[in-house]
């Protein structure tokens, strides 16, 4: 039976914050780091804010559109990176408590700003062997609290948000031919340094080498899903790919000879949320009547690990 995104959602701080209103000790300023990164601004997290906080209003949101009650979810699987605890326990149980989804099965898993891509990977195998009927996809990150501010090579990039999703297992009459899948996915560890957090709890970055990186893997990510599925560049509706920087999608979309106009970009108004940039994407796409029948999205992520992930997505 395949798989469906029944519902979408988001949740974000309060306080957005514009280039302009930076550190001024930071040295830089508003027309550099967009004209670098097609960053305006972002979210950053008050007082209150967490993962856990993040991530219950973003499910919440999608269980309400979809009309499906807590107790419906079979599974609930969070991928972030700031999780409210280190080690344990998950944030995806905290946020199981907060949403009154008492029957699922839930964990944390962590592959930086692949996770949703792996997250709905693994949840798409376990609703297919464990016969569930939905399963809870929430990517939830609160980065500032990992940011040197006053490294202005990092700390002008991130942003805090979480996006969710809403799995579905339908009968094929019933997905009428949409579904998830297929899905490629990668690692390469010998490039672990390139993007960590250092001996100080902060993210560390090799811009160079994270950027050839992300070309590189976005590149061929796509390749490797058009190829299996047969796909042309007219078949694809959206190439939704990791909101990390514009200059990174422009560069992907030169290499693959495609128009960069059908490239979703996000990251002006949110900077890099990792996992959840995807995801958060997605809700604002389908709250703009993106995400119609008989839509295509090609996903394409990257990040630090080195990890690598895609799918298709046809609603």
């Given at each position: 039976?395949?798989?469906?995104?029944?519902?979408?959602?988001?949740?974000?701080?309060?306080?957005?914050?514009?280039?302009?209103?930076?550190?001024?000790?930071?040295?830089?300023?508003?027309?550099?780091?967009?004209?670098?990164?097609?960053?305006?601004?972002?979210?950053?997290?008050?007082?209150?804010?967490?993962?856990?906080?993040?991530?219950?209003?973003?499910?919440?949101?999608?269980?309400?559109?979809?009309?499906?009650?807590?107790?419906?979810?079979?599974?609930?699987?969070?991928?972030?990176?700031t999780p409210a605890y280190i080690g344990l326990p998950s944030t995806a149980c905290l946020i199981q408590e907060q949403t009154g989804a008492v029957n699922a099965t839930c964990f944390d898993l962590t592959a930086a700003c692949s996770g949703f891509v792996y997250a709905?990977?693994?949840?798409?195998?376990?609703?297919?062997?464990?016969?569930?009927?939905?399963?809870?996809?929430?990517?939830?990150?609160?980065?500032?609290?990992?940011?040197?501010?006053?490294?202005?090579?990092?700390?002008?990039?991130?942003?805090?948000?979480?996006?969710?999703?809403?799995?579905?297992?339908?009968?094929?009459?019933?997905?009428?031919?949409?579904?998830?899948?297929?899905?490629?996915?990668?690692?390469?560890?010998?490039?672990?340094?390139?993007?960590?957090?250092?001996?100080?709890?902060?993210?560390?970055?090799?811009?160079?080498?994270v950027y050839d990186f992300a070309v590189a893997s976005m590149t061929k990510i796509i390749r490797d899903l058009m190829e299996k599925e047969h796909l042309t560049e007219s078949d694809v509706d959206y190439f939704v790919c990791h909101q990390a920087n514009e200059r990174?999608?422009?560069?992907?979309?030169?290499?693959?000879?495609?128009?960069?106009?059908?490239?979703?970009?996000?990251?002006?108004?949110?900077?890099?949320?990792?996992?959840?940039?995807?995801?958060?994407?997605?809700?604002?796409?389908?709250?703009?009547?993106?995400?119609?029948?008989?839509?295509?999205?090609?996903?394409?992520?990257?990040?630090?690990?080195?990890?690598?992930?895609?799918?298709?997505?046809?609603?």
């Open positions: 039976m395949p798989v469906i995104i029944r519902s979408t959602g988001k949740a974000v701080p309060a306080r957005h914050c514009t280039n302009a209103e930076l550190p001024a000790e930071l040295g830089t300023s508003d027309e550099w780091i967009y004209s670098h990164t097609g960053i305006k601004a972002r979210y950053l997290a008050g007082e209150g804010d967490t993962a856990v906080s993040l991530g219950t209003e973003a499910c919440r949101k999608v269980l309400a559109k979809a009309g499906v009650t807590p107790d419906q979810v079979g599974l609930l699987l969070c991928s972030t990176t709905v990977n693994t949840a798409v195998g376990m609703m297919e062997c464990n016969q569930l009927d939905y399963a809870l996809i929430v990517s939830t990150e609160v980065l500032s609290g990992i940011c040197d501010w006053t490294d202005r090579s990092t700390c002008v990039l991130f942003g805090d948000a979480a996006g969710a999703v809403l799995l579905q297992r339908v009968s094929d009459a019933e997905a009428a031919g949409a579904g998830i899948g297929p899905f490629v996915s990668g690692s390469d560890g010998s490039g672990a340094m390139a993007l960590f957090l250092n001996e100080k709890g902060f993210i560390q970055m090799d811009g160079h080498a990174i999608l422009k560069a992907s979309a030169k290499r693959l000879g495609y128009d960069f106009d059908k490239f979703v970009r996000k990251m002006g108004d949110y900077g890099n949320t990792s996992s959840a940039s995807i995801p958060v994407a997605l809700a604002d796409m389908d709250a703009e009547g993106k995400l119609t029948k008989g839509t295509v999205v090609v996903l394409a992520a990257f990040g630090a690990g080195l990890t690598w992930g895609g799918a298709v997505l046809r609603f």
